[in-house]
């Protein structure tokens, strides 16, 4: 029990409402000794009736009460419609403790006003409709209790309860007016002191803050002051798409202790009506969620800015495609969607209990049924639509997957965009056989059959291997490039170099990708695939290991892949036997190289290698390079002409740099032992 030595404490107690307080204490009940009055945030009140005077002057012991008495006592004190709890302190003045309201009238207002505000809907009931100074939740919501009040006046014929509300309202009032008036200084001010930060705070306000550097809206859910810690730690929500549906997430954020006052604004947590412009800034971030919205679910992307990386979350450039999916994270790390924090519905569903720091359509393809994302039996996702203020509260970051990279984040909405498809990379493709139109009728003729061809085994069988096999630089990966961008799906690229030899962890890797693939009806392309493409033999049985898992994981893969190999005549055998389409690929010739070097001129700007004449384009076509190596030279040429580009209006400089640097790439090749002799026709 608390002591209040050399204090006194009363209870005030009167049904007569129109005389709430008083400067002496007030006659209601006797008893012969103090009694404890329990409450959520008090655990116990001492009450007694003697004046002062009485307090300093009475020193004899007192009996104890018996049971009898103390029901009695309670009894009386829960007849009365307010129990106003006051100390009398050393300057002779009385102090509030606390204040009870019994009453049925009184309780329904204030279940009125305070409709949604504490977390626990039976919060009320817990703390015993007991309040404290400084009557938080009360001063939050006295504009709303007032206009109840007002309304209960105007329309309500009962007059028990009239007077019961009257009475409640004029009790209350001059207990929070100071606050009430401390208030209207911080709006005006603009400013609040660390001691009442509570006051621009109350549960349900829209709050900004950044995650991850982004300003966002938040929900306030509750606030307290550590004041051990000396920070004021307020409890905010936000919407966060998981996988399969939106839930209300939970995080806090901290404000250390300071000094005097500071403006609203710079603190780390700021009232959306403290803003400079709260309605511009609205709208903004209303906009931003409907692209929340329309970005729940599978979309292949352009991305440009900073991710956010999942290990640890520091941010990192990006620059490509990305594939977002929330739904595919957590299966990739074989995880069920999580199913933390509050639906936004409304249902109870187990809270987050970790403290974090904090359709778009693309382009329409010509092959509808290659670009649309496979929906799998696992994938059930919510898609409800949101409601304009869970609009405003939700993430503005996203789980997706960088292509490039190949490493799963976090992606801010608003540096997300439609993909520009390269329509032109596949006319630009150039093959000698028809290589180009072959994988392509493969792969539309895949997308629109109607026919399930497969093995005497259920789904096996099933996908489309292409093996692309040749000398480097001859268009075997931008085969593949160029296929997936007139499909409009992502091609997902593994170098075989990335993949380890370690049969178990191959398994996993391969299963990986594959898995994606199938996810996102992505193309699959194994780069340099020769080291589980080679013939098995009886030494290596570790390799003869890794050939196996490949050939198993392939004959079950349904989607299309493509590899890449520049050792065909090593290929096992049986891996032969079940690929779908073979391309060959040869050196380039002359009239091939004079394609290749025209492609690449009008790619880089045309304009730029304009003193170019058809006798040096002959000789440059002479010079047996391949197509990798006529785009490294390109770029090259343009930046060490970069510096004289004034003074080059002709072009002479960028063709004298240009066939310089083929000349010596041919020489170096040759010395290496790498070329041969055919690659210097074009110097005789």
């Known amino acids: 029990m608390a002591s209040l030595a050399a204090t006194a404490s009363e209870v005030d107690a009167q049904p007569d409402f129109e005389l709430i307080e008083s400067e002496t204490p007030q006659s209601g009940f006797t008893t012969p000794k103090e009694e404890e009055v329990t409450t959520e945030a008090q655990e116990a009140e001492e009450i007694n009736t003697v004046t002062p005077e009485d307090t300093a002057e009475d020193t004899t012991e007192e009996e104890e009460e018996t049971p009898l008495e103390q029901d009695q006592l309670e009894f009386e004190i829960s007849s009365m419609p307010i129990v106003h709890r006051r100390t009398y302190n050393e300057d002779k003045e009385w102090i509030t403790n606390s204040f009870t309201v019994n009453d049925t009238h009184m309780r329904e207002l204030l279940a009125q006003a305070l409709k949604d505000y504490f977390p626990d809907p039976d919060q009320l009931d817990v703390q015993k409709w007991t ?103 307020i409890k905010v929500e ?140 696992d994938r059930k996702e919510d898609l409800s639509p949101l409601s304009d203020e869970e609009c405003l509260m939700t993430s503005p970051w996203l789980i997706g997957f960088d292509l490039k990279a190949k490493k799963w984040g976090r992606f801010c909405i608003d540096n997300l965009s439609d993909i520009e498809w390269n329509d032109k990379a596949f006319d630009n493709l150039v093959s000698r056989g028809g290589e180009k139109h072959l994988a392509w009728d493969f792969v539309e003729s895949k997308a629109h059959s109607t026919q399930d061809v497969d093995d005497f085994v259920h789904d096996k069988g099933r996908g489309i291997i292409i093996l692309m096999f ?55 392309l194994l780069d340099e695939a020769d080291v589980f493409l080679s013939a098995r033999s009886d030494e290596g049985l570790e390799r003869n290991e890794l050939v196996s898992i490949f050939l198993t994981k392939l004959e079950y893969y349904q989607g299309i892949l493509f590899l890449t190999t520049n050792r065909f005549s090593s290929i096992d055998y049986a891996f032969q036997s079940r690929v779908d389409l073979f391309l060959p690929y040869y050196d380039l010739d002359a009239a091939s190289r004079r394609q290749v070097w025209q492609n690449f001129f ?63 790439r041919v020489d170096a090749l040759r010395l290496l032992g790498h070329g041969s002799d055919d690659r210097m026709v074009g110097r005789q």
């Open 470 to 524: 040749g000398p480097p630089g001859v268009g075997k990966t931008f085969t593949a490039e160029a296929v997936a961008e007139r499909a409009r799906v992502p091609l997902y690229t593994v170098s075989a170099g990335v993949l380890s030899t370690k049969p178990a962890e191959l398994e996993s890797g391969l299963d990986h990708a594959l898995d994606l693939c199938r996810m996102w009806n992505a193309m699959l």
């Open 131 to 233: 309040f404290e100074p400084s009557f938080e939740s009360i001063v939050h919501r006295w504009d709303k209790l007032q206009a109840l009040h007002k309304k209960i006046k105007q329309t309500c014929d009962d007059k028990n309860r009239i007077k019961a509300v009257n009475g409640l309202i004029d009790f209350i009032e001059p207990l929070v007016k100071p606050f009430i008036e401390a208030r209207a200084k911080i709006q005006d001010s603009r400013r609040v002191s660390w001691s009442d930060l509570w006051q621009i705070f109350p549960p349900g306000e829209l709050v900004v803050t950044k995650m991850y550097g982004v300003e966002s809206i938040f929900r306030v859910v509750s606030s307290r002051k550590r004041t051990s810690a000396k920070i004021y730690q």
């Open 238 to 377: 936000y919407v966060e798409w998981n996988g399969s549906a939106c839930r209300i997430k939970n995080t806090k954020v901290d404000i250390d202790n300071y000094a005097g006052s500071q403006q609203v604004r710079s603190l780390k947590l700021v009232p959306l009506s403290y803003t400079e412009n709260p309605d511009e800034f609205r709208e903004a971030m209303r906009a931003r969620g409907q692209r929340f919205q329309e970005l729940r679910g599978y979309h292949y992307l352009a991305y440009d800015g900073l991710k956010v990386c999942m290990d640890v979350p520091t941010l990192e450039p990006v620059s490509g495609r990305v594939i977002i999916d929330t739904h595919a994270y957590y299966k990739s790390i074989n995880q069920v969607p999580g199913d933390s924090g509050t639906a936004v519905n409304g249902s109870n569903e187990e809270e987050q209990t970790d403290e974090q720091n904090a359709d778009a359509t693309n382009n329409a393809s010509d092959l509808d049924a290659v670009s649309t994302p496979r929906q799998t039996t």
């Open 602 to 664: 009008v790619h880089f700007g045309e304009d730029k290698f304009k003193g170019i004449t058809e006798r040096e384009m002959d000789r440059l076509c002479e010079l047996g390079l391949n197509g990798r190596e006529i785009k490294n030279l390109c770029k090259s040429a343009l930046l060490l002409s970069e510096k004289g580009r004034a003074d080059d209006k002709d072009g002479r400089i960028m063709a004298e740099k240009l066939y310089m640097l083929a000349e010596k």
